[in-house]
């Protein structure tokens, strides 16, 4: 999976389709409202119960910015207004409290993640309150592989704010970019300077965080291969560690924000397929490796030692280390995967406050996976992350004849094998080279919920 994958414009294009991003299986438009606060507690209540406590890692997600960026699909409120920081912690604090006496202080915490919207919209005096509130209701782990995460919008960074952070124990950072082209930000809005991303990263390798992702977009308006090209070159000369590299989806009648983009500005599917190519050449020749879907990381990186080792893991916060963690989310609109169930809080921050004003878990909807739901999201993870399935292990976890069992699955990849985007024998199902830019194409061929039409087309973006 580490090489970079080669380029076949004219496959991608055939296969560009809509279909889940599968950072988890079943997807969220399967959880249901009948899954609540009983359900999750009972969740929580089994998993303290097996016999290998399972560690934890905590999501937090913060919903504000200052300011809205129009490509922007995330669950965010736009505000200027800091005392909202305030009273939101204070409900965030109150739901920690409320999480914590579920689990059992055996269960150390691996790691944590803030999310947003713009988690530096809190100050590092209120992040500082967040992480004491957790770790009074949580243990943390003490292990030098603990991950503490955070995402930063670099325009909103004051001195002392990296240096206060990794005082908390924060050793990863995430920075949002998208493009250095000031024709593009001024049509997204999102203005942002070369000097003020690189005074960021220089400060976090300055006070010892292990690793620096920064994120770009590919598919905005005004983008050009010149424009985009100068981008990615300003920003490999950085050496972030990890890149993500996200497809553009215009989906205006799902994200408001997107309504004001002009259509015509955005380029062609050629030239989009093209800044693709252009960023798999120029990664490729500064040395990072491919992990999967839209993320490249250096051969030291841990993700890269994780694929190795085939210890790498997906779930809502993208790729991760730390395959053998429940994930905790709280905070408005934010999911948990605790045992055999997904959860999710209120995505609409009323109903979220309401829930906590009452004293009660905010839990919305989720579902309770059955076996099925279990064998298909261990395969599908399995593709994502190492772009291969070791087929007789996973009818020894399961108690399955493979090839009965998933008979229409696999006639589903018979076109995608005629291609060569993969190779399916008698012991493995292998994404090829050509193949791994469509991961999400080939996972999807194993997906029950789509092929019974319980998921709608129209809620995922395409695959390129």
Known sequence: MAAIPPFDADLLRRYDRPGPRYTSYPTAPQFKPGFGPAEFAKAARLSNDDPIPRRLSLYAHVPFCFSPCFYCGCNRIITRDLARAETYLARLVREVAL??????????????????????????????????????HFRFSQSPARDFSIELDPRFINKGDIEALAFMGFNRASLGVQDFDPAVQAAVNRIQSVEETQAVIDDCRKHGFRSVNVDLIYGLPRQTREGFGRTLDTVVATRPDRLAIYSYAHMPQLFRPQKQIDEALLPSAEDKLGLLQLAIEKLSAAGYRYIGMDHFALPGDDLSVAQEKGGLHRNFMGYTTHADCDLVGMGVSAISHVGDTYSQNPRDLPSWEIAIDNGRLPTWRGMQLDADDVLRADLIQ??????????????????IDFGLYFQDDLARLLPLQADGLVEVSATRITATSRGRLLLRIIAACFDRYLHQAQAEPARFSKAI
């Open 99 to 136: 999480l914590g006496p579920l689990f059992d202080r055996d269960r150390e915490v691996l790691q944590i993640h803030l999310g947003g919207g713009t988690p530096n919209f809190f100050s590092p005096t209120q992040i500082g309150e967040l992480l004491e509130s957790l770790n009074t």
């Open 382 to 399: 399995q593709l994502m992350c190492q772009g291969e399935v070791d087929i007789p292990e996973l009818e020894e976890r399961h108690a």
